[in-house]
């Protein structure tokens, strides 16, 4: 088994001056990691801070580093020993192959949902009792694990209809409509302003044999009419796993999708932000008919209010 070093050298908030050096020495592929690089990341994405994990941000605080693989050989410590004498300080780590290309899926194990579903990853056989939505984690955002989902899972298990018309907004990786599908969902559409959501959704559909009844579309819901028009209304079940920031100015165009008696599921709320969300809820003229915690998070079914 061939083996690797994993060479970090710290850059002290100058990374490219780094990277030219290690370049002229005849190095690449490099990655840098840099806290001012992810604070300005989240600036311009504020749509995912509540998805933020804590231990990456301790990860990344104060940061300035370039990492960097060799093979685990006599030449390559030279190498190493050559960047000291350039006062560069570089810490080197040892890397197997299979830890290399493999190792990460020990991260994702299956994760049970409601009362029948199970989360599978796709190289993971499965023989349980429950029911199986198998999906790629590596693709997209959408995994099952976070709380978010596992509440909007539950939801999706009770509300499905069979034969029922399901929208999923914000669809990541497809898992709430593909779960849907699988539970008997006659036809999902999706959207996701990722122009990737149309590939990744139904490649972990044909993952469930339920691609047939899916349509994805890419677009900003809220802010493109056209879109909302192409989605079109009769939904029995409105799904949106997304960030409070995006729920809010989303609820009044909710009703216009839903069918009579149709419900609509909301989540990825942190904690502060619940009464917020549900007054914007209420306000779009949508009754909260179930409220639902775990851990920092929260979730909402609602429906039409009755005249």
Known sequence: MANWLEVTVPAHGDPDTVCAVLTGMGLEGFVIEDERDFRGFLENNTQYWDFVDEGLEKSMAGASRVKFWLPDTDESRALVADL??????PATRPVADADWENNW??????VEAGEKLVIVPQWQDYDGDRTPVRLDPGLLFGTGDHPTTRMCLAAVERLTKPGGRVLDLGC??????????????GQVTAADVD??????????ARLNGVENVFDVHV????GSGALRARLGGGYDLVLANIVADVIIPLAPYVPAFLAEGGAFVCSGVIDGRQDEVAAALEGAGLAVTERHALEEWHAFVCRMERC
């Open 84 to 89: 000291y004498e350039k006062g560069m300080q």
């Open 105 to 110: 899926r020990d991260y994702y194990q299956p």
């Open 172 to 185: 990541g990786s497809g898992i709430l409509g593909i779960a849907s599908a699988v539970l008997g969902a």
């Open 195 to 204: 122009d990737k959501a149309p590939d990744i959704v139904l490649d972990n």
């Open 219 to 222: 677009g900003d819901v809220i």
